[in-house]
């Protein structure tokens, strides 16, 4: 059975973009699942599913909807157990959880206010006057003026990422010799912003993009299905 995956998207229906539906993206193809993309523009996403969820990602697999990106991964888990796991067992998922908090507070405001422009741009008409009026409410200014500092953030940025790219020398990924759903949580906030932007939000050297470059090889290249942003 091939299980649907409504996936935020901009203008342009093959380029999803979300961190969350890429969480979701990665974690079924880890488990060996089908699934089918079903673009979602920002203002359709109150309709999905009869509105019974309020954010994407959301998958339908038969009768069955399940809406979260950790929750979906946790569901997997618990319903595919023969298959590769995702967590290596309960202590990974209280890891994962620690993670996601990471990647939540560390990385997602940062990246979410430096491409916030090319996440405008790329949205229909009608999503861009959405996404305006939401995220000027939620930052207090113009939506032109909230990336105006990304240039001289950067640098601390970076910085906040030596957990990362320390733990990176001891080992190719999060989850060990091979990747776990921690993994897929930092890499989908990257290929977020890599699908959306031109930015350089990483230096060529850094060893935490030749990790992201290992994700985007997993699976058959599924990262690398949609190209980055020109």
Not at 52 to 60: A, Q
Not at 133 to 158: M, N, S, Y
Request: with cysteine; aromatic share 10%; net charge negative.
């Amino acid at each position: 059975m091939t299980v649907l995956l409504y996936d935020l998207v901009g203008s342009d229906p093959t380029r999803p973009f979300s961190p969350h539906c890429w969480k979701v993206a990665f974690a079924l193809a880890h488990k060996g699942l089908a699934f089918e993309r079903v673009p979602t523009p920002f203002t359709a996403v109150a309709g999905v599913e009869g509105g019974r969820h309020k954010t994407v990602p959301v998958i339908r697999e038969g009768e069955r909807t399940v809406g979260d990106s950790f929750e979906i991964a946790l569901d997997l888990e618990r319903r595919y157990p023969d298959r590769p796991t995702l967590f290596g067992g309960a202590g990974g998922e209280a890891s994962a959880r620690f993670i996601e908090r990471w990647a939540l507070v560390t990385l997602h405001p940062y990246l979410a206010q430096a491409a916030l422009m090319d996440i405008h741009d790329r949205l229909q008409p009608e999503d861009q006057a959405h996404f305006r009026t939401t995220r000027e409410a939620r930052f207090g200014k113009r939506l032109e003026d909230i990336p105006l500092t990304r240039d001289e953030r950067r640098p601390a940025f970076r910085a906040s990422l030596e957990p990362l790219r320390s733990t990176l020398t001891f080992q190719p990924f999060l989850g060990g010799e091979s990747p776990l759903f921690a993994d897929y949580i930092v890499a989908s906030a990257f290929q977020w912003v890599r699908v959306i932007s031109d930015y350089e939000f990483l230096e060529n050297e850094d060893p935490v993009r030749a990790w992201l470059d290992r994700c985007l090889d997993l699976h058959s290249g599924l990262g690398r299905s949609v190209p980055a942003a020109a």
